[in-house]
């Protein structure tokens, strides 16, 4: 396996970074996760452009212009000769001294890491996922915005281990005034109606490459999509409840804080969204390799 870093393709031995850079000792940079699909990247550019998004939020300057950037992911794929994978961008302020200072990091490190995707199991999918609230709130949006997808996941982390320690794969994740934002690595959906809600990104959450995609594709199928403030009342009395990110694409929730969503099956609206996403994550994305 190829690592890339700051413009050089090493091996996975070799692909090592100082334990000075600013992303290690302070968690001072931005990330993203990307898939492939068929040898074709799903959504480069909104992924790109939330990296570079989340670099000018925490006032990070990505030294090479997107352009380059695009071309370093294809490139990556390509040395790892991968057609369904998994990509993940991390950008760090660099190296720099103990200090906690960014002015000291004069160079941003790079680093793309393109693997062999793992899948959740496929029963996830059929039987849908149980989740939990957790006591931990999501960050507030006045300290560190949960729209920067920054090397910051220790608030995701400790949501996490709240979930394992009650024994479910997901969890629930509420903002500082109690209602609810989104899990802690996919944003969240409900369905009443025949309408579908999600919280909008004003009020903290990731705004998800996924999430977007699956708004487009119900408002294509008629369906109407809100983007409004809920309470955990709303998902507890839904008909369906789903969701959304580009590790676990679309997946049904079934049961919620003991709660059974509608009949405990995932329901109609979730499947015709989960093989629609199948369906464009099959055709669309930047081809890796010439056509
Ligand atoms: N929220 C959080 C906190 C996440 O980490 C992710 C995964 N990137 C998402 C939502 C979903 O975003 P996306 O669909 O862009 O993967």
């Known amino acids: 396996m ?7 393709y090493l091996p ?6 100082s334990v000075f850079d600013h992303g290690l000792l302070y968690g001072d940079g931005v990330f993203e996760g990307i898939r492939s699909y068929k040898g074709r990247v799903f959504k480069l550019d909104e992924h790109l452009q939330r990296l570079y998004d989340s670099a000018k939020a925490i006032m990070l300057k990505i030294p090479i212009p997107i352009e380059d950037m695009e071309e370093a992911v294809l490139e990556t794929l390509r040395r790892n000769q991968l057609h369904d994978a998994y990509i993940r961008l991390v950008i760090t302020r660099g190296v720099g001294d103990l200090g906690l200072d960014p002015d000291k990091c004069p160079v941003p490190t790079i680093v793309i890491i393109t693997d062999k995707i793992t899948l959740y199991p496929p029963n996830f999918y059929d039987d849908g996922l149980e989740i939990v609230t957790v006591s931990v709130r999501r960050n507030y949006t006045e300290a560190v915005s ?8 220790l608030n ?9 320690q009650a024994g479910v794969e997901e969890v629930l994740m509420l903002n500082a005034e109690g209602y609810v934002v989104e899990c802690s690595g996919d944003n969240i959906f409900f ?4 309408v579908i809600v999600t919280p909008p990104t004003h009020l903290g959450i990731l ?16 369906i109407t999509v809100e983007e409004k403030v809920f309470t955990r ?9 789903f ?30 969204l989960i093989e629609e996403f199948h369906h464009v994550t099959d055709v669309l994305g930047t081809p890796i390799y010439p056509e």
């Open 2 to 8: 190829l690592v890339y870093i700051d413009g050089e």
């Open 207 to 222: 705004e998800g490459v996924t999430r977007n995609t699956v708004i487009d594709l119900a408002r294509e199928l008629g």
């Open 243 to 272: 969701l959304t990110g580009t590790a676990a694409e679309v997946i049904p929730v079934v049961k919620i804080d003991q709660r059974i969503v509608g009949n405990g099956s995932p329901g109609t609206v979730t499947q015709k």
């Open 233 to 241: 009342h709303d998902l507890y009395t839904a008909e369906e409840c």
């Open 156 to 164: 995701n982390i400790l949501a996490k281990i709240e979930g394992k």
């Open 191 to 194: 369905v009443k109606d025949n």
């Open 146 to 153: 949960p729209r920067i997808k920054s090397l910051n996941y």
């Open 12 to 17: 996975k031995e070799e692909a090592k970074i």
